[in-house]
């Protein structure tokens, strides 16, 4: 039996483009009151950012088939991009205006399968330390019962918005 799935997403330079004229939380707050769009990965696999405030962010995904692997549950390339994208805008949200950042590394522990039985789960990014240069933060991924299903840290590199 067949299955399909469409998507949209509004181009992503306009969010990139306002980056320079927000601090980081502004920036995250802009999208999630939908004054900018959210980035096209986040259509791709169907998460959205549901909280942000300084140095945490919450993302969250009600897992579907479409996120399987060849073995019948969720790929850990998806666990991977939720917990880059909870650990990233984390340190997004205690930037600057004027500054950006992006990841050097993410080290990732999977603990638990997530299936479409699963329901949504939720990736909440947390600060762990700032610097100048550099930040390290952590994710973890849970279900609905508060069970952690991945953990992963990020260190992320620190450096002025290019001009445009």
């Known amino acids: 039996m067949r299955r399909s799935r469409t998507f949209e997403w509004e181009d992503p330079v306009i969010s990139a483009s306002a980056v320079a004229h927000h601090s980081g939380l502004g920036f995250l707050r802009e999208i999630l009151a939908e004054r900018l769009p959210a980035p096209p990965i986040a259509a791709a696999l169907g998460f959205t ?4 405030e300084h140095g ?9 088939e479409e996120h399987y692997n060849p ?11 939720l917990l880059d994208s909870a650990a990233g805008c984390a340190v997004q949200s205690a930037l600057p205006q004027g500054m950006a950042y992006t990841s050097i590394d993410l080290t990732l522990k999977f603990l638990r399968p997530i299936t479409v039985d699963t329901g949504k789960v939720r990736a ?13 933060a952590q994710a973890e991924l849970r279900d609905s019962d508060d069970r952690l299903l991945a953990h992963a840290t990020s260190s992320c590199m620190l450096f002025p918005v290019p001009s445009r």
């Open 124 to 136: 909440v990014g947390t600060v762990l330390n700032m610097g100048r240069r550099t930040a390290l």
């Open 71 to 81: 073995i019948g549950s969720v790929h850990g390339g998806v666990y991977a991009t």
């Open 49 to 52: 950012l549901d909280e942000a």
């Open 56 to 64: 945490r962010v919450v993302f969250v995904l009600v897992p579907g």
